[in-house]
């Protein structure tokens, strides 16, 4: 797994997304929610963001795109673990991830 982040391989984050997940989940001490949070995030987006890329020739996979945009969001529904900072990070990806695909220009010079 390592080398999927060292490669920056993308389209393997989902595998990666699911070990930071499940080794959070076996050992709580690992991260903090909000390193936990953001690490997931930044996975997560980084995986939409090449899937909208991919779109800048015409093509898009917005049931893909949506299906990723679904497993958001990565902060606890538990109100003791609820981050502000997280959650408005979320609602803005997902703003702009809405945007981008609604907009096949936009989507062109935001990828320049």
């Given at each position: 797994?390592?080398?999927v982040a060292k490669r920056g391989d993308v389209a393997s984050y989902d595998k990666l997304q699911d070990l930071v997940f499940m080794l959070t989940e076996a050992f709580p001490g690992l991260l903090t929610?909000?390193?936990r949070a953001q690490l997931?995030?930044?996975l997560r987006a980084r995986l939409i963001l090449e899937l909208c890329k991919g779109s800048v020739r015409g093509s898009v996979d917005t049931q893909a795109v949506q299906s990723h945009l679904e497993k958001l969001p990565v902060t606890s529904a538990n109100p003791e673990f609820r981050d502000t900072e997280v959650e408005r990070t979320e609602?803005?990806?997902i703003a702009l991830v809405q945007s981008l695909l609604?907009?096949?220009?936009e989507r062109v010079y935001f990828f320049q």
């Open positions: 797994m390592w080398q929610h909000r390193q997931l995030l930044g609602s803005t990806f609604k907009d096949p220009a």
